[in-house]
Structures are given as structure tokens and as C-alpha cells.
């Protein structure tokens, strides 16, 4: 059985820097491709990046630069370190692994909140 459990969120002031833990069980982390979401108060949960098998990684536009993914295989872990927080990434942010190999991401763990004052 698959369990993620994230850490590391917290409240952090505009620019500001953040790094979120996502430790894995029951899977190896570097067999999988593993990826960060995140769903802010009233909106759609949505896709932050990943890191894939290779190590390749991708973010999407609004954190590109800003944001970086990286795993620690020893540890079985992955890491989100977010750097230049904007109030706008306030949000639950959530591991999630890519179980079907086909990039659905539908299993992820309980979340950390992050809140990012201007």
C-alpha cells in the first residue's frame, strides 16, 4: 500500500522561501514519476510539476524559475523547494505519484498548508 506524507508548509512573507517534503512508502519513489498539485480556498486542485523516472522535470508556467523538484533516492523521498513565494501560491499542497505510469496523477497524500503573506 502506497502512502505520501507531506511536511515542511508553513506561513512565509511575500519572497520568501518554502521546501516541502514528500516521504513515500510502499512504492520506490525513483520508479515512478512523482509530482507536486496544489489547490488553492475556492479553486480547482491544480498540477505544480514533476520529476519523471529519468529525473527530467517539468513546472507549469506560474512557478517555472521560482520552484524545483528534486527527489532523494537514499530517503525515498521527493522535495518541492519554492523560492520567490508570491501570495498567489497560498495553497494545500499535495505529493502525488503517478501509480498507472500514464501521467494521471490521481493518488496523492493529505496535503501542508502553505500561506504566503504579502
Known amino acids: 500500500q502506497v502512502q505520501l506524507v507531506e511536511s515542511g508548509g508553513g506561513l512565509v512573507q511575500a519572497g520568501g522561501s518554502l521546501r516541502l517534503s514528500c516521504a513515500a512508502s510502499?512504492?520506490?519513489?525513483?520508479?515512478?514519476?512523482m509530482g507536486w498539485l496544489r489547490q488553492a480556498p475556492g479553486k480547482e486542485r491544480e498540477f505544480v510539476g514533476h520529476i519523471r523516472k529519468s529525473g527530467t522535470t517539468y513546472y507549469t508556467n506560474s512557478v517555472q524559475g521560482r520552484f524545483t523538484i528534486s527527489r532523494d533516492n537514499a530517503k525515498n523521498t521527493v522535495y518541492l523547494q519554492m523560492n520567490s513565494l508570491k501570495p498567489e501560491d497560498t495553497a494545500v499542497y499535495y505529493c502525488?505519484?503517478?501509480?498507472?505510469?500514464?501521467?494521471?496523477?490521481?493518488?496523492w497524500g493529505q496535503g501542508t498548508q502553505v500561506t504566503v503573506s504579502s
Open positions: 510502499g512504492r520506490t519513489v525513483s520508479n515512478y514519476n
Open positions: 502525488t505519484i503517478d501509480l498507472n505510469s500514464d501521467l494521471s496523477y490521481d493518488y
